[in-house]
Structure formats: C-alpha cells, structure tokens
C-alpha cells in the first residue's frame, strides 16, 4: 500500500489595521494587506515590508494563525493586529479604509470569518488559533446554521407588532460605550430576547438586560428594527433599542441558560468591529455613536466578575466601584 502524499503546506501573512470610526484598512481588492510568506520564512520580515507600504511604525502585536484545510492543500494564515489609529486615514492607490460589516460582505465566507476572528481577537488583546475560519470547539452560530438574510430600518416602527419575535438593546454608558456579552466561546452579542406574553418592548429589554448581564438601565428608546429571513421559516422582525447603562452587578449565571457571561464596555463605533454583524451592524453602531457624539473617545473596558459602577474623573477616565448586590427577583 502506498503511503499518503503529504499535504502540501503554504503560508500566508496579513496586516490587520482597525481606525477608532469602525472601519479597517484594506487593499485595492477589498482584502487585508497580505503576501506569501516564503517556506522557513518568518513572519517578521515580511510584517516590515506590509507596514513600510502602509507607513506604520514595526511595533509587536498579537497575531491570530488559522489553518485552512483542502484535499489538495493546507493554508496557514496568519493574520497580525496593528492596532487601532485615529479616523479618518488618508486612502492611497493601493489601500483606503472600509467599515468592517462592508468588507465582510464583500468577501467570501471562510475568508470573512477569519477577519471577524481577527478583529475580535485583537480588541479583545487575545491570540487565538482557528481551524477552517472558527474555533475547533465553537458551534456554528444560528445565522450560520439557518443562512439568515436581514434588512435594517433605522428610526421607523415595524409593521406589525405581532411579528416582534427578539427585542436586543444597545446600553450605553454616560462615555458613549456600549455593554457587549461574551459567551464561552467569546461569541459576541447584545443583550436581549423574545418577549414574555402581554410584555412591552421597553420591559423585555429591561428585564433580559437584568437576567443576562445584570445590567441595570434607564428608560428605553426604539433604534429600529430589522427584517431577518431564514431557510424554511417565515419572516419575523427584531426590535433594536437603546437605553442608558447605570450600572453592571456581580455576573451570574443566565436563568434561562445557565451561561454566564462575559462583559466588556466598547465604544459605539467601534462597536461592529466585536460584534461582526455586516453593513447592519455598521449602520445601528453608527447610528448609536452619533447620538454620543459630543463625548471623548473612551476606551475598551473588561468589566469585572464583581460588578462596575461608573465614576468618571476631571480626566474622564473611570474606576470600578466595591461590588454591587444582585438584587432579588
């Protein structure tokens, strides 16, 4: 019996750039600024040269590698996080900037899912090793598994209340970040859900805010609401709201499924950048950043296990306050 041919291995390095309005730097192709990396090869020169065309300084950053694996071969990819520069950044002939949701629709799928790893790898200061553009150990997302297709409408009521099958909620704390939750496989998300019978909008968003991150809000407002189409399922409509972030207590599990989240505290804008939600996502962060708009950028905040409480300072910096009770329900 003949020995199996060894699967031929090619390596590929690309330079990931973030701007502080959401979007990244890409290539005339819609792509990361990329090149071969040559067999034995490091990964440093070839780092050099992307940034000397990009002119940035060589600093070290986390990189992210992900395996691509065919019948024919297997690609390693190694995706390095520059880190984010202040927007706007002039465009050039061969690069120009591009918000995140944008260049994820444009590209294929395998290559849109490295990017989004990517991206939230490098917000979140973390290496991670991926197989076939995911997490060996994560599950397709329901957007993966059901191909859903949405439509976003910004400002305006939803035709028809009965067809509210999620309520998600953009909270906001007084510098203009938003709360996002983490699972276990760091998947990112908004808090919200499906509304109890006789349940207001207003009191779904305050209620599942409470269960799943013991996040505690002011009164809430309607952002939009999108369409969202799925294989063998009828249309069905999720409402976006915003509401004020007072405060965070110790995080505990979800009752409904025993998870207990992660939390971290992003700016508005750069919120799509976590979130990896496509042009939707682009326009609702926009449109929540620009109603912050008067406020200093502040930066990523991992909120404590215990709780937080915002305290801004003469400099607008915050601190995390003693833990707060949970209270009972």
């Known amino acids: 019996?003949?020995?199996?041919?060894?699967?031929?291995?090619?390596?590929?390095?690309?330079?990931?750039?973030?701007?502080?309005?959401?979007?990244?730097?890409v290539d005339s192709n819609g792509s990361l600024p990329a090149a071969e990396l040559p067999p034995e090869a490091a990964c440093t020169p070839v780092l050099r040269h992307l940034r000397d065309r990009l002119s940035l300084a060589n600093d070290t950053a986390p990189h992210l590698a992900v395996v691509d694996s065919t019948d024919d071969e297997t690609v390693v990819h190694h995706v390095v996080w520059h880190g984010l520069l202040p927007a706007p950044r002039a465009a050039s002939a061969r690069h120009h900037?591009?918000?995140?949701?944008?260049?994820?629709?444009?590209?294929?799928?395998?290559?849109?899912?490295?990017?989004?790893?990517?991206?939230?790898?490098?917000l979140l200061g973390q290496t991670l090793y991926l197989a076939q553009g995911r997490r060996p150990d994560a599950a397709p997302t329901k957007t993966e598994r059901t191909l859903a297709r949405f439509t976003w409408n910004l400002g305006t009521s939803p035709p028809s209340a009965q067809d509210i099958h999620q309520v998600w909620g953009w909270l906001t704390d007084s510098l203009g970040r938003v709360l996002i939750l983490l699972d276990r496989f760091g998947t990112p998300s908004l808090p919200g859900g499906r509304p109890e019978p006789g349940e207001s909008p207003h009191h779904t968003l305050a209620r599942e805010a409470v269960e799943e991150a013991n996040a505690h809000t002011g009164a809430s407002t309607m952002l939009g609401f999108q369409q969202v189409k799925e294989n063998d399922r009828a249309p069905y409509t999720q409402l976006r709201m915003t509401a004020p972030l007072h405060r965070l207590g110790p995080a505990e599990p979800d009752p409904d499924s025993g998870q207990t989240y992660r939390r971290v505290l992003v700016p508005a804008r750069q919120a799509n950048l976590l979130l990896g939600w496509g042009p939707e996502g682009d326009a609702q962060a926009a449109a929540v950043a620009d109603s912050c708009c008067a406020l200093p950028l502040a930066p990523l905040v991992h909120v404590p296990h215990q709780g937080w409480n915002r305290r801004e300072t003469d400099q607008g910096a915050t601190t995390v306050s003693e833990p707060i009770p949970r209270p009972r329900r």
Do not use: F
């Open 1 to 25: 019996m003949n020995a199996p041919r060894p699967t031929p291995v090619r390596k590929t390095v690309a330079l990931l750039v973030g701007l502080t309005d959401g979007s990244i730097v």
């Open 97 to 122: 900037s591009v918000p995140l949701g944008q260049a994820l629709r444009a590209l294929p799928e395998q290559e849109a899912a490295r990017l989004r790893a990517a991206c939230r790898a490098g």
